[in-house]
Every structure is written in structure tokens, then in C-alpha cells.
């Protein structure tokens, strides 16, 4: 489970308001920044839709080990980059017609 702290730097490292982060997830900005804030601790299911949010949005949560809580980006952005020209690449979306499938 995230802690606010990890929301915090998770929203920072991605560059997600926590406006656009409310629209992501679901859940309202007053909630996550309580949570941020450490003012309350909301219930584990909000949380993990936070934390979900944020993994796809590009960060990578590190678990309590030998080296402590944290977060770090999935791809470097130079590979984010790529990725989302690649993304952005292509026509249009159809049924692949592939022979003997």
C-alpha cells in the first residue's frame, strides 16, 4: 500500500495535477490531498485506485526494503517519448485479417 508521500512524489514525477489526477482515478482532489497531506488515511480501495492511476500514468512504486519506501519513473523520458510517438503513429484501427488464426 502507497503512503501520501509516495502520491505526492508519484503525481510530481509523472507531472499529473492533482486535477487531472481526480479525473484519472475517480476520486475527488479534497480526498487525495487530505491523503497527501497526511490529514487522513482513506480506505485501502481508494488508495489502490490512486496508486493504479498513477502506474499508468508512468510510475513505478517501491515497496519498504533494504533501501526504503519509494517511487521512480517506469521509462526514462527520452523512452516515454518514444513510446508516445509510437502511440500517436499508425491509420486507422481495424480487424487484423491474419490467415489460419
Known amino acids: 500500500m502507497v503512503t501520501g508521500s509516495q502520491c505526492r512524489a508519484a503525481r510530481a514525477l509523472v507531472e499529473v495535477s492533482s486535477r487531472l489526477l481526480a479525473t484519472l482515478s475517480g476520486i475527488d482532489e479534497e480526498t487525495t490531498a487530505r491523503f497527501e497531506r497526511k490529514l487522513d488515511t482513506p480506505a485501502e480501495e481508494v488508495i489502490l485506485t490512486l496508486q493504479t492511476a498513477l502506474?499508468?500514468?508512468?510510475?513505478?512504486?517501491?515497496?519498504?526494503?533494504?533501501?526504503?519506501?519509494?517511487?521512480?519513473?517506469?521509462?526514462?523520458?527520452s523512452e516515454a517519448r518514444r513510446l508516445?510517438?509510437?502511440?500517436?503513429?499508425g491509420g486507422l484501427v481495424a480487424n487484423d485479417e491474419v490467415p489460419g488464426v
Not at 62 to 71: M, N
Not at 84 to 89: M, Q
Open 55 to 77: 502506474e499508468a500514468a508512468g510510475a513505478l512504486f517501491i515497496a519498504e526494503g533494504e533501501r526504503g519506501l519509494g517511487v521512480q519513473l517506469k521509462f526514462t523520458r
Open 84 to 89: 508516445s510517438v509510437l502511440e500517436s503513429e
